[in-house]
């Protein structure tokens, strides 16, 4: 494969059968020039990227070099350790990004991501990952992330899964859920622990039953009469469940059945009892 034009040591675009495609491997690009043959041992990643191709190609020719091979190396790990396969989009956001992240922790600026609980909570694997990733930028970069970051970088994994939806459904359930979670708050004038063991089965049960509404899939049944009982006996909790419901039929169109929201006062309950 001959040369087409050089990006940076580490990446560079050939055109092979009349297609551009972007070679990327630790100085397949050094001391090259443009109708050089590639050195296919130093070939590490071989890209053909159907859309966005050339915001690609300006990212590795004018982002920091260190970085661009950083967000590689957790894309790489990410791939080994996720069951399906990340989008080619991957290599264009999570770059960005990062880099952006990057720049700016080093300048002293704060990063926020107020839905730090639920992304730890609800993308388990790809925080772990974020976890791994923040351990290599301080050994490659000496760029200390913080926990915040990490929930940014394991949003852009999810997202990035085959099938999976825009980044901002990705971030649509959580805020959803944290949103519930001030409900309760404000109704029993709490603060909930979100290291408890309830908090975590709430949050699970208010996932899938999001998830069950937006598919569009069939709720389970609750016996009438235990229906009522939860009705009399856990007045507070009930109501509580009844506003979040109608919370999210106003504000997302999503409709939880009388059955649901039995079910959400039961979580409720368990989480307040001590406070009751």
Not at 49 to 75: C, G, N, R, W
Not at 145 to 171: C, F, R, W, Y
């Amino acid at each position: 494969m001959k040369i087409s034009k050089l990006l940076n040591n580490n990446a560079v675009v050939v055109k092979e059968d009349d297609q551009e495609k972007i070679v990327m491997g630790l100085g397949v690009g050094f001391q090259k020039k443009k109708n050089d043959m590639v050195d296919s041992n130093k070939i590490e990643k071989v890209f053909v990227m159907e859309e966005e191709h050339d915001k690609f190609q300006e990212l590795l020719s004018t982002l920091p070099v260190e970085h661009i091979d950083v967000a590689e190396e957790i894309i790489s790990y990410a791939e080994g350790k996720l069951p399906v396969p990340l989008s080619n989009h991957i290599h264009i956001s999570l770059t960005d990004h990062l880099s952006f992240a990057i720049e700016r922790l080093e300048k002293g600026y704060l990063i926020h991501n107020k839905l730090l609980n639920e992304i730890k909570a609800l993308y388990k694997p790809e925080y772990e990952i974020g976890v791994w990733a923040k351990r290599l930028i301080k050994k490659k970069l000496g760029v200390d992330i913080p926990d915040d970051e990490v929930g940014h970088i394991a949003l852009h994994l999810h997202t990035a899964k085959m099938g999976a939806n825009s980044l901002q459904n990705t971030m649509q359930l959580p805020t959803l859920i944290r949103e519930a979670i001030k409900i309760i708050e404000k109704e029993f004038a709490m603060e909930i622990d979100e290291s408890s063991d309830n908090y975590q089965l709430l949050l699970a049960h208010v996932r899938f039953a999001i998830k069950r509404a937006e598919a569009k899939e069939p709720f389970p049944s609750m016996d009438s009469e235990m229906l009522t009982l939860f009705q009399k006996k856990f007045t507070k909790s009930f109501k509580t469940a009844q506003t979040i419901a109608d919370f999210l039929q106003a504000e997302y169109h999503i409709h939880f059945p009388i059955s649901e929201v039995g079910y959400i006062t039961l979580h409720i309950q368990r989480l307040t009892e001590n406070r009751q």
